[in-house]
C-alpha cells in the first residue's frame, strides 16, 4: 500500500503568518490527493482535491501544489479559525491512505 | 446541499457486531461511492473501504475483510457498515463519506465489557 508520510507532526504559528504543511507518497500517485482539515469534535472536512482545486467554499488563504510524491498545503495567512489538524489522502490507488496528520497550533 | 446523516451512538460488548446506517440527500444517491472511515480516539483517519450505491459493489481493507460488510438501500438513500466480532481496538468514531468530499457527523462506536 501507498504509505503517505506528514511533516512536521506539529507546526507553531502565529496568527497572520504563513504555513507551509509537507506531504509524501511512498510512490507516484499522480495528483490524486486531496487535503482535510479536522477541528476537534468534528468530522473532517475538504479543503482541496485533485492536489491544487480548492473545495467550495474553503478559502482562497488555502493552497495545494505538488505531483508524483510531493506535495504541499500552504496557509498565506493563519486566521484564528485555521488551528486544527491537517491530513493529505491518496485516491490514485487501493487502499485509499492517509497520512498522519500534522497539527497547526497556535505560537 | 449534499447531507450524510449518521446514526448515534453503540456501545457493545467485545464478541458482538454494530450496524451503523448512513442516510444520504441533496445529490443523486445511486451516482456515488459511499466510503467508511474511522478514527480511533486522539489517532489519525483509517479508511475501511467502499459501496458503490448505484450497483452495490463493494471493495474492503484487506486489514478489516471478513469482518465487515457494507450494503446499502437505494430506495432508502442509505448506506449501511456492519463489523461483527468487536474488539477493544475497533472503539473509534466511524464516518461516511462521499467520494471524497462529504462527511458524515461520525458515530462513535465504543466497545467494552
Known amino acids: 500500500e501507498i504509505v503517505m508520510t506528514q511533516s512536521p507532526a506539529t507546526l507553531s504559528v502565529s496568527p497572520g503568518e504563513r504555513a507551509t504543511l509537507s506531504c509524501r507518497a511512498s510512490q507516484s500517485v499522480s495528483n490524486n490527493l486531496v487535503w482535510y482539515q479536522q477541528k476537534p469534535g468534528q468530522a473532517p472536512r475538504l479543503l482541496i482535491y485533485g492536489a491544487s482545486t480548492r473545495a467550495t467554499g474553503s478559502p482562497a488563504r488555502f493552497s495545494g501544489s505538488g505531483s508524483g510524491t510531493e506535495f504541499t498545503l500552504t496557509i498565506s495567512s493563519l486566521q484564528s479559525e485555521d488551528f486544527a489538524v491537517y491530513y493529505c489522502q491518496q485516491y490514485n490507488d487501493w487502499p485509499r491512505t492517509f497520512g498522519q496528520g500534522t497539527k497547526v497550533e497556535i505560537k | ?32 461511492k459511499i466510503h467508511w472511515v474511522r478514527q ?16 452495490g459493489n463493494t471493495k474492503y481493507s484487506q486489514k478489516l475483510q ?21 474488539r477493544s481496538e475497533d472503539t473509534a468514531v466511524y464516518y461516511c463519506v462521499r467520494d471524497e468530499s462529504d462527511w458524515g457527523q461520525g458515530t462513535l462506536v465504543t466497545v467494552s465489557s
Open chain 2, 1 to 32: 446541499q449534499v447531507q450524510l446523516v449518521q446514526s448515534g451512538a453503540e456501545v457493545k460488548k467485545p464478541g458482538a457486531s454494530v450496524k451503523i446506517s448512513c442516510k444520504a440527500s441533496g445529490y443523486t444517491f445511486t451516482t456515488y
Open chain 2, 40 to 55: 480511533a480516539p486522539g489517532q489519525g483517519l483509517e479508511w475501511m473501504g467502499w459501496i458503490d450505491a448505484g450497483d
Open chain 2, 66 to 86: 471478513g469482518r465487515v460488510t457494507f450494503t446499502n438501500d437505494t430506495t432508502a438513500r442509505a448506506a449501511y457498515m456492519e463489523l461483527s466480532s468487536l
